[in-house]
Structures are given as structure tokens and as C-alpha cells.
């Protein structure tokens, strides 16, 4: 429904910023025995938290599509040897091979996915209507960052929900201040713009970074909407091929998730079971969560 634009990337060398990544690689095999559970709210152990999860006994069969971080430290056990890493995540790290197109004629690219060789996968999460201690804690204790389209009138009552998020590793976008999904039919470009500053003014204001990244609510978007996101200082469009959805996964292209798929979820009530869904397609992709930010560098 988004359409494929032509802002297709160059393959070009590799950014010189090494990521940071990301992807809870450890993690991943540590909890993966909670994952397909945590449709069903607080199935999981209270010490699921990666340090103890990882000497959890019961990993699943399905799950061990573990690709990555072979080296699992030992296991968190009672020992009494001080283990100051215990609790910190092993996350890979991938040198970008994807090079954001750049701005050509005031127009920001529209990225639906990134071209890569990596094993990445990119997690989106829009709106931010439902706010549930929930969905702080699974993407906390599965350390996965995510690039979080915001939309200012539905996080307008609690805007302070989302710093669990930025201190767990993800980053604010700009989803608009109202989320007119008919902006691009009814509005030219003065209040499309409008719109979209509005956003990253709260943004900064409340997070502290303006977001370098928008996403059209609904999905659709035009010249004029390209236009009035560069104009407003953002560097793309992402949009999507995946999506975590009333907890299961849709494709617009095959059945599984690819290597640089961008996914769309939604902070709703089904947060965990969307959570779950898109966690099993990851791991059997075995694929690594990856801040879409750090791979483009406009982080
Ligand atoms: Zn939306």
C-alpha cells in the first residue's frame, strides 16, 4: 500500500561509523523460551531478566535459529565470582553497507527497505496510543531498539512514558502531530509542513534530538509530503514491507522476514502478542534488531 518509490540506495562503500548493533543476540537465546508465550500477559518468570534468563533450562526447539553471538557467557548462576557484565547485553556489530540516498531536488528519499548483506532487522513502532509497563519491560528485557514514529496528540497525556524507551536504547521519530492519514489528499504543503514541524518541535522539546526520520501516518505520501520532510530538517521517509499485526506477521512480499526488512508495529493493547509474533519471525530469520538510525547514521 506504500508503493515502491524509486529512491533506490547505491550499494557504496561502507559507512565509517561501526555500529554499535544491537540485536540481542545473547539475548535472543537467553529468553527465547519466553517469547512465544508473552502473547499471554506475564507468562514470564519475574527474573526474566537477561542476566538470569540466560540460565533458563528450557529453550525451545523452534527458537535456536540463533544465528548469531555463538559466544553465550556462562551462564548467570548463584556463583559468587562478581560477573560485572552479567547483565549487559553482547550486541554485534555491523559496518554499514547500505548508504542513505541523499536529498535530490528538496525531495527526502522514501526508504521501504535496506538493501543489505547483514543480518538485520529493523523494528518501527508507531502511534503510541496504548502505554503499558508491558511493552516498556519486553523491549527492555529483550533489548531491542526500535525507532518509534510518535504521533504528538496521542502521546500528549503522557509524554514522559516514552523516556523508558530512549533509555533502553530506541529513538523518537516524527509521525505527525495529528495523524491525518488523508494529509496528503487534503492538505497542501504549507499545512503538511506545519504538521510535521509541530512534531519535531515536541520532540525535541520533550526528548531532547529532532527526529531525523518520518513516516507518513497510513503510509501514504507524495512530492509535497517529501518536500515539507526535508524542509523540516528530516533526512527519509521509512516505510515498510513487514508488519507485527493483531499478533501475527503480514508481508507484502513473500512469508518470512528478509535481511533489511523494515517492521511496523503498534503501541496497542496487543503490544505483547505483536511483540511475540515479531519476535519468532526474527528468530527464525535469524536475523539481529538493529536500530534503523545507527545503519542509515542519522542517529
Ligand atoms: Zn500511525
Redesign the pocket.
Given at each position: 500500500m506504500c508503493g515502491n518509490h524509486s529512491a533506490v540506495p547505491n550499494s557504496t562503500p561502507a559507512r565509517r561509523a561501526v555500529l554499535g548493533a544491537f540485536g540481542a543476540s545473547l539475548v535472543a537465546g537467553l529468553s527465547a523460551c519466553a517469547a512465544p508465550e508473552s502473547t499471554a500477559p506475564e507468562t514470564t518468570t519475574p527474573e526474566l531478566s537477561p542476566a538470569s534468563a540466560s540460565a533458563s533450562p528450557e529453550v525451545p526447539g523452534p527458537n535456536g535459529a540463533l544465528s548469531v553471538g555463538g559466544e553465550v557467557p556462562p551462564s548467570y548462576s548463584a556463583a559468587p565470582t562478581p560477573t560485572p557484565t552479567a547483565t549487559k547485553r553482547i550486541r554485534r556489530t555491523f559496518i554499514p553497507d547500505y548508504q542513505l540516498p541523499p536529498i535530490v531536488g528538496g525531495l527526502a528519499p522514501v526508504i521501504t527497505k535496506i538493501e543489505t548483506k547483514h543480518p538485520v532487522v529493523f523494528l518501527t513502532i508507531?502511534?503510541g496510543n496504548i502505554k503499558t509497563p508491558e511493552s516498556v519491560r519486553l523491549m527492555t528485557d529483550y533489548d531491542y531498539p526500535a525507532s518509534l514514529f510518535l504521533?504528538r496528540d496521542t502521546i500528549a497525556d503522557n509524554p514522559a512514558f516514552f523516556n523508558a524507551f530512549k533509555a533502553q536504547g530506541s529513538l523518537v521519530e516524527n509521525?505527525t502531530v495529528t495523524?491525518n492519514i488523508n494529509m496528503v489528499r487534503q492538505w497542501g504543503y504549507q499545512q503538511q509542513l506545519n504538521d510535521i514541524v509541530g512534531m519535531q518541535d515536541y520532540a525535541f522539546q520533550h526528548y531532547g534530538r529532532r527526529p531525523t526520520l518520518f513516516r507518513p501516518?497510513g503510509g501514504a505520501y507524495s512530492n509535497v509530503m517529501r518536500q515539507a520532510v526535508a524542509a523540516a530538517g528530516m533526512k527519509a521517509i521509512i516505510t515498510w514491507e513487514a508488519k507485527a499485526n493483531a499478533g501475527k506477521m503480514d508481508y507484502q512480499v513473500g512469508n518470512s522476514l528478509r535481511p533489511g526488512d523494515i517492521v511496523l508495529m503498534h503501541f496497542r493493547a496487543e503490544f505483547a502478542a505483536d511483540f511475540a509474533a515479531f519476535r519468532a519471525a526474527q528468530l527464525a530469520a535469524g536475523l539481529e534488531v538493529v536500530l534503523l538510525e545507527d545503519f542509515l547514521g542519522v542517529a
Open positions: 508507531d502511534d504521533t509521525h495523524h501516518p
